[in-house]
């Protein structure tokens, strides 16, 4: 039992520290989260009911077939299956048939369900895909914050190595009596902020690793390694204007959410033919074959006629057709067209929501995609700036022209600058992703 118990724990500590020794492409990461979210797999198996229910509806055109059987026993004053005399004596009996119906005509209530149920099938497929692709920019977005805070951890690392070097250096100064203690206690100030700063950045690292972990649904993990990647410089200079009329163009034609609905709206219209079809009359044919077994059948010598034989004797038949015309029913057929109609009329303004919502977006990202080649050209500029004022500083502060509270706004001018060009530079990979992705570009290995 214990020997079990070792190799359970020396198994988990091997899954766990190949878990934690694996580096994550953002493919990868799109991959485990769509396979283990359990939000995906309830809109699969809402797919599946839709499936379902579109077999059933075509299943609905077969003939419908009942057996029957009883076993009775009579007491008291009974009427005689023989000749239909009343009788007073306990008997039993049984009685078999098996009856069939089939619908020969209904309005095409019918055909027009198998074609709704079907449209609202493919509807469920489409929204099955998109829920993926969300969860893929959840994932992605999530990925993405990763990487943005462990470049603030990097620069958090430098501003505490530039911090601790002019430390020493001023420890150094002032025990050769060149410079006060107060400049010390400025340098460790400074010192012990940089500090402050860096476990900030490495907490947030853990709860942006927690979020990825989280939408990925692993569970006892609190740590994964993301594969390095480059951040490409953008070429600002030869980049064509981008139209969203294009974009929006292309994306209708194959996002999930506008084939959706689109598909709906189809379902709609049938629907709309179903209860149309509530006003024709309908044809039905219906038959049955039956025989029965009664003990009060005899024969000549009062003998009751063996079972074998009354089956074969009594066997009945039956064939008919019947007409069902709909004549007055409180106006309920009227009001269900309507009310599908109105059904109808919502899914076409739906379909047009999904089409405006779908354009504001692309609008919004080429809006923002502009702003942000602006703004990385610009935050480049920025820190090269100041990373050169700060190196001036540094210089001074090292020949005692400078105090280090002046050394320190320069050198947390240029931390700000390479912050906002990082985030700017991931900002625009993650809109020119998307944008790529309304383009109909293959961004996301989704089936």
Not at 132 to 154: C, H, N, P, Q, T
Request: proline share 3%; aromatic share 10%.
């Amino acid at each position: 039992m214990r020997l079990r118990k070792h190799i359970s724990t020396l198994i988990l500590l091997l899954s766990v520290s190949a878990f934690s020794q694996k580096l994550w492409t953002l493919e990868e990461c799109i991959s485990h989260a769509i396979e283990n979210n359990l939000q995906l797999n309830d809109f699969g198996f809402t797919t599946e009911a839709n499936h379902e229910t579109y077999r059933q509806s075509v299943r609905n055109l077969l003939p419908i077939v009942n057996g029957f059987a009883d076993y009775s026993i009579n007491f008291g004053r009974s009427i005689n299956p023989e000749d239909n005399s009343f009788v007073n004596t306990e008997f039993f009996s049984n009685n078999y048939s098996i009856q069939s119906s089939f619908d020969l005509f209904q309005g095409f209530q019918k055909i027009n369900g198998i074609k709704a149920s079907k449209f609202l099938y493919k509807a469920a497929i489409a929204e099955n895909l998109q829920q993926k692709y969300l969860l893929a920019f959840r994932v992605m977005s999530a990925y993405y914050d990763i990487l943005f805070v462990e470049g603030l951890i990097e620069i958090s690392k430098e501003q505490v190595e530039i911090s601790q070097t002019n430390y020493n250096l001023v420890e150094r100064q002032v025990e050769l009596g060149v410079m006060a203690g107060a400049d010390l206690y400025e340098a460790e100030s400074l010192l012990l902020a940089d500090k402050l700063s860096l476990t900030q950045n490495e907490n947030r690292l853990q709860a942006a690793k927690l979020t990825l972990l989280q939408i990925m649904n692993i569970p006892n993990e609190s740590d994964i390694l993301l594969m390095p990647e480059l951040i490409p410089q953008p070429e600002i200079a030869n980049e064509e204007p981008i139209l969203s009329d294009s974009i929006f163009i292309k994306a209708k034609g194959f996002m999930p959410s506008i084939k959706a609905q689109k598909f709906r709206v189809k379902a709609a219209k049938k629907q709309l033919a179903v209860a149309r079809g509530g006003l024709y009359p309908s044809l039905r044919v219906q038959g049955s074959i039956g025989t029965g077994y009664f003990e009060t059948i005899t024969d000549t010598l009062g003998v009751t006629i063996p079972f074998r034989d009354q089956f074969r004797d009594n066997t009945f038949k039956f064939i008919g057709a019947s007409i069902n015309v709909p004549i007055f029913n409180a106006w309920a057929s009227r009001s269900r067209i309507k009310q599908q109609k109105i059904a109808l009329d919502r899914a076409k303004n739906n379909a047009k929501i999904q089409e405006q919502e779908l354009y504001q977006i692309i609008q919004q990202l080429v809006q923002e995609n502009n702003a942000l080649m602006a703004e990385v050209t610009q935050t480049e500029k920025r820190e090269v700036s100041q990373e050169t004022a700060f190196k001036i500083a540094q210089k001074r502060y090292e020949k005692g022209m400078i105090n280090a509270i002046t050394l320190g706004q320069a050198k947390n001018l240029f931390a700000t600058a390479q912050n906002e060009n990082l985030q700017a530079l991931l900002r625009l990979r993650v809109n020119i992703s998307t944008l790529d992705f309304y383009k109909g570009l293959p961004i996301f290995n989704i089936n």
